[in-house]
């Protein structure tokens, strides 16, 4: 029988009407302009509430959100997406990672990463002092979701992110015992881990030692997002090629040069010697304000189960 994902990225979901640029730091004041000449037209709440009554249509089991749900981090921001994530659904259906947005500035963790805790913690573990409990383990059926952290302050201009060494040390055991297990591995972020493809104000900083990290203790699936557009790379591990798939920012009304909002869903199925992954992209319209079917594909990945 099939298990269900889907994963949404980058809504952007704050407003900062009402917030006063003196009080900000440069690099919020920065992002503040920023959304009062163009994000606030582009990132538009009606369309995220279309993705949700999309999304209510058939509930996926698990659904993923990669990060920058706010636009410079600030404390009323964090705590406007933790009611929207509360609205989006319970937090063991609803697994997040944060985006450069959400870590515009370092703040402290009470005011900001702890309002969205039960979404981000791992099974089994409510607690959470810092994003130092990246990487973490959600196991649903076959499928076991792993996410990473690469929201790290950046000085003003940079959009960067970093998972760190000892995030990438713990990765890699993780990996090999989801394996042992016989799981489906979906690892997810909020930067691209395709070396080189990001510019570098933008990329991932260790964007090389995680893909090669990949390379060798393997993956079924990479999901990511900030990027803002729909994207795929391969990734070729040991076991067999991995699909790296990045989605276009969930709150988007497009135009011009950026394109419309979009989510994917994910469904899954073991079969002899391999597993069957079907991709379905849905995709925002502007002209009938609903989501309706985009891309399609399906995968088979040639594995050798060990369970
Ligand atoms: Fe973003
Ligand atoms: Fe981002």
């Known amino acids: 029988m099939a298990q269900h994902f889907a994963q949404l990225s980058d809504p952007h979901l704050t407003s900062l009407a009402g917030v006063r640029p003196r009080a900000l730091r440069l690099k919020q004041l920065g992002g ?74 370092a703040a402290p963790w009470g005011d900001t990463f702890a309002l969205w805790q039960p979404y981000m913690a791992a099974d089994g573990d409510a607690a959470g002092a810092d994003l130092s409990q990246y990487p973490t383990l959600r196991v649903r059926g076959e499928l076991a979701f792993i996410g990473l952290s690469s929201a790290v302050p950046t000085p003003y201009g940079r959009a960067s992110g970093t998972l760190g060494e000892e995030q990438r040390r713990k990765l890699a055991p993780l990996l090999d015992a989801c394996r042992a297990r016989g799981l489906f591995r979906v690892v997810y972020l909020h930067h691209c881990p395709a070396p080189g493809y990001e510019r570098k104000r933008k990329a991932l900083t260790d964007a090389a030692p995680l893909w090669a990290l990949l390379e060798k203790h393997g993956a079924e699936l990479v999901l990511h997002g900030h990027g803002h557009h729909n994207v795929e790379h391969t990734l070729h591990s040991a076991e067999g090629p991995v699909p790296v798939i990045g989605v276009a920012s969930a709150s988007a009304i497009g135009g011009g040069r950026h394109e419309p909002a979009a989510y994917n869903r994910y469904a899954v199925t073991r079969q002899d010697s391999s597993w069957a992954l079907q991709v379905c992209t849905r995709v925002y319209s502007p002209h009938s304000g609903t989501f309706a079917q985009g891309d399609r594909s399906s995968i088979e990945l040639q594995r050798e189960h060990r369970t």
């Open 32 to 105: 503040y302009l920023s959304w009062l000449r163009r994000r606030r037209h582009q990132h538009r709440p009606e369309v995220l509430q279309a993705l949700q009554l999309d999304l209510q249509q058939s509930p996926p089991q698990q659904l993923l959100v990669t990060g920058d749900l706010t636009h410079i981090g600030l404390p009323q921001e964090f705590a406007e997406a933790a009611a929207w994530l509360r609205r989006l659904g319970d937090p063991a259906r609803v697994a997040l990672v944060p985006g450069n947005h959400d870590a515009c500035v």
